[in-house]
């Protein structure tokens, strides 16, 4: 039996990383539209993500999913209904900055030792017609080890908080994707 694995996005533009982190949440029952609804569930409507999205000095116009780009991140790549990647390139280890004018064939050549390269995915995954799958991974590629080393100190500190915030986005996904629509007589 031959079996043929599709590859994520994500596998595309960050294929070797050093760090990464990967959460997902079930959602089981008969709901239309979940991806759409994946990318417009409203962060705001949780107070977690709200604190810590202030407490590391993120925008506050970043409240879906789609307006990551308001951080730095470059929408890399969406396979419609199945997945969307978007990416940051920096020289900090911190990301205090970011290189917002690369293209999406730009991020995948850069290799440059003073730079880090950053990617983070959404995916929905249908194990059947009532259970469905949202992921969401990031990956981190350093280009040298010393910028490696210098990241590795700020991902210690940022790395729970960051879990927070994307175990907290999986489940407003679900709560908002479960929720039913009300719908005027």
Excluded at 9 to 23: G, S, T, V
Excluded at 38 to 50: E, G, P, V
Excluded at 131 to 145: A, F, L, M, N, P
């Amino acid at each position: 039996m031959l079996f043929l694995i599709k590859k994520m996005l994500i596998d595309k533009y960050l294929p070797a990383y050093h760090f990464n982190e990967l959460h997902s949440i079930e959602l089981n029952g008969f709901v239309s539209g979940i991806y759409q609804k994946m990318l417009q569930c409203d962060f705001r409507k949780s107070s977690i993500i709200k604190y810590l999205f202030r407490l590391r000095g993120m925008p506050k116009e970043v409240y879906s999913i789609e307006h990551l780009i308001n951080m730095g991140f470059i929408k890399l790549d969406e396979e419609p209904g199945k997945e969307i990647l978007f990416g940051r390139v920096t020289d900090s280890p911190m990301f205090n900055t970011c290189q917002s004018n690369v293209s999406s064939k730009e991020f995948i050549r850069k290799s440059d030792p003073t730079i880090i390269k950053a990617v983070i995915n959404f995916k929905l995954h249908d194990k059947s017609n009532s259970q469905h799958i949202i992921s969401t991974e990031t990956r981190v590629w350093c280009g040298s080890k010393a910028m490696k080393s210098k990241f590795k100190y700020y991902w210690f500190f940022i790395k729970p908080f960051s879990q927070i915030i994307r175990k907290s986005m999986l489940k407003q996904m679900k709560q908002q994707i479960l929720q039913p629509q009300h719908t005027n007589p």
